[in-house]
């Protein structure tokens, strides 16, 4: 055999005429939600978030709707997600606060140390196998808003609890809905 005809495209072969030819699914969007379960979920994390403003409030502490909000729109709309369950969920934002408490000991407040605790903490949280995007947010907010550990970390462990719990009654009310958690740890 020659060099030549190695480097040379092989022939493939053709299948049969009546074979069915295998079709190549493109990634697909989900499903559309019917508009009771889409009111359901917007109605069950408002009444969450709305809640949460009103345990800050009367605590003066930080609100943390940019994590929760987001925390809760994955609870609710992705509840069988890694991301989504109570392990990641409750783990992930209090290494996201741990990051955040950690870096303003080392350094100041900043948006380049900010930007560095939220880093930090995806890292954190992969390590520890509780991977929750919206925990770098949280660590974000430690850096940049400085709120006082005592307060704020019994705040975010309720609150992180909370949108759990809440997410377990909508799975159990809704028909036809994912049972959330897929898994408690």
């Known amino acids: 055999m020659s060099t030549d005809s190695l480097l040379r495209p092989q022939p493939q ?3 049969a005429p009546d074979s069915p030819r295998p079709r190549r699914r493109v990634g697909r ?7 009771s379960a889409a009111f359901h979920s917007i109605s069950a994390v408002t009444a969450v978030l709305l809640g949460l403003v009103a345990i800050g409030a009367m605590i003066h502490e930080p609100v943390l709707i940019p994590p929760l909000a987001a925390s809760a729109a994955l609870v609710h709309s992705a509840p069988t997600l890694p991301l989504a369950q109570p392990r990641s969920l ?47 947010a ?11 550990p005592g307060r704020f ?14 997410g377990f009654a909508a799975s159990r009310v809704r028909r036809g809905a994912p049972k959330y958690p897929a898994y408690w740890w």
Do not use: K
């Not at 870096?103 to 100041?108: G, I, K, P, Q, W």
């Not at 949280?138 to 006082?148: C, E, K």
């Open 138 to 148: 949280t660590a974000v907010i430690v850096v940049l808003q400085t709120p006082a």
């Open 90 to 136: 409750v783990i992930g934002h209090l290494l996201g606060a741990a990051s955040g408490y950690a870096v303003l000991a080392l350094t100041h407040s900043s948006p380049w140390t900010a930007a560095l605790a939220g880093g930090i903490t995806l890292a954190a949280t992969m390590l520890a196998r509780t991977p929750h995007s919206a925990a770098c």
């Open 153 to 166: 970390v019994p705040l975010l462990f309720g609150s992180t609890v909370l949108l759990a719990l809440t």
């Open 13 to 15: 072969p053709t299948p």
């Open 29 to 35: 969007a989900p499903a559309r939600p019917t508009a």
